[in-house]
């Protein structure tokens, strides 16, 4: 499958890792849009939140206590953070393989959305 982030999970791109189990990966964006800017992403191939099942349920919930997790462990769960997810062309997707940012380390700009 040609997809950039099932590479990453496989080890065949690099990747620095902040957080990893048998079904969730995260790591940092190498385009950081904020000081911290960590993706993390299900180790199944889940193409967007669209394509997201009721079996895919418990692994949702995971991917936002590995957030939880990690935004205390980066030192930002006080300071506070902003969880996205894109979905598709208008959402601003460009990877496809479901992926959560945590954004925060800095006072983020209002982001409600734009036409
Ligand atoms: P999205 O626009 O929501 O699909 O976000 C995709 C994100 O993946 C972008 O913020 C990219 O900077 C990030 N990204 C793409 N390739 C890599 C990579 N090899 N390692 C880390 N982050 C990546």
Do not use: W
Request: glycine share 6%; net charge negative; with cysteine.
């Amino acid at each position: 499958m040609d997809c950039i982030f099932c590479k990453i999970i496989e080890g065949v791109i690099p990747s620095t890792k902040v957080f990893e189990n048998d079904r969730i990966l995260a790591f940092r964006d190498i385009q950081p849009a904020a000081p911290v800017h960590i993706l993390i992403i299900p180790k199944k191939h889940i193409p967007t939140m669209n394509d997201v099942t009721d079996e895919d349920a418990p692994v949702i919930a995971e991917l936002f206590a590995a957030a939880r997790q990690i935004a205390k462990e980066q030192g930002i769960d006080e300071s506070g953070y902003r969880l996205v997810n894109n979905v598709n062309a208008d959402g601003g997707q460009v990877v496809y393989h479901l992926h959560i940012h945590l954004l925060g380390g800095a006072k983020l700009s209002p982001l409600l959305g734009e036409v």
